[in-house]
Nanobody, 123 residues
Framework: QVQLVESGGGLVQPGGSLRLSCAASGSIFSINVMGWYRQVPGKQRELVATISGGITNYAASVKGRFTISRDNAKNTVYLQMNSLKPEETAVYSC??????????????????WGQGTQVTVSS
């Protein structure tokens, strides 16, 4: 089992900044991809950013304002969000594609998701 725990959400004024963190724990052998998605009620979940092997990928709407980074030693991914806009109010969820160890000593690849953290951009 792998658990992802997010932190850092909250209320921020338009133009402000927030930093999200997500720590993975459990029977982890290695992590391939980590990333962030967001979802507004009534809309589909959308990709915000991913990072894998040092290569980053961003949604066009956040390029130049958001930065994703990763601490492999801590199995943690961060999302620095600057110049936030009201329309970016959403639940932000952490994602990881993980190689985890089974009780029989094998390795299984699977996806893990955090429970999400609310980001509200409002004056």
């Amino acid at each position: 089992q792998v658990q992802l725990v997010e932190s850092g959400g909250g209320l921020v004024q338009p133009g402000g900044s927030l930093r999200l963190s997500c720590a993975a724990s459990g029977s982890i052998f290695s992590i391939n991809v980590m990333g962030w998605y967001r979802q507004v009620p009534g809309k589909q979940r959308e990709l915000v950013a991913t990072i894998s092997g040092g290569i980053t990928n961003y949604a066009a709407s956040v390029k130049g304002r958001f930065t994703i980074s990763r601490d492999n030693a801590k199995n943690t991914v961060y999302l620095q969000m600057n110049s936030l806009k009201p329309e970016e109010t959403a639940v932000y969820s952490c994602y990881a594609n993980v190689v985890h160890l089974t009780s029989g000593g094998g390795r299984v690849v699977g996806d893990a998701w955090g429970q999400g953290t609310q980001v509200t951009v409002s004056s």
